[in-house]
């Protein structure tokens, strides 16, 4: 069975006025990286997941994890896509070199 690797990229703005917003945030935060996800840039995460219905799966996980208020977005792409994209300016983190299309790091 062939698989078309995806992106699936979570960008969020979320309000951190008060100290209850701020805990939302870094619950959100938290949990978003406990689902795989790794920052590309700040309030924009990035998770490789092996097809279209995997990616589905995790957008519909995300949804039981976001903060009632704010803007939380994801956008799914092809491997292709993601590795058509180009830096403008600054690199790529430590995290994305490492990682890679890869699903799975063994540390």
Known sequence: MKYKVMRLICMFD???DTAKE?????IFRK??????????????????CLNR???????????????PAGNVRTLMITEKQYEDMKIMVGTKRAQEKAIGSERMIII
């Open 14 to 16: 979320l309000p951190t």
């Open 31 to 48: 949990k978003l990286i406990q689902e795989g996800f790794v920052m590309m840039q700040y309030s924009v995460y990035v998770r490789v």
């Open 22 to 26: 701020k805990k939302a945030y870094r």
């Open 53 to 67: 219905d995997y990616a589905k799966r995790i957008e519909k996980r995300l949804l039981k994890i976001v903060p």
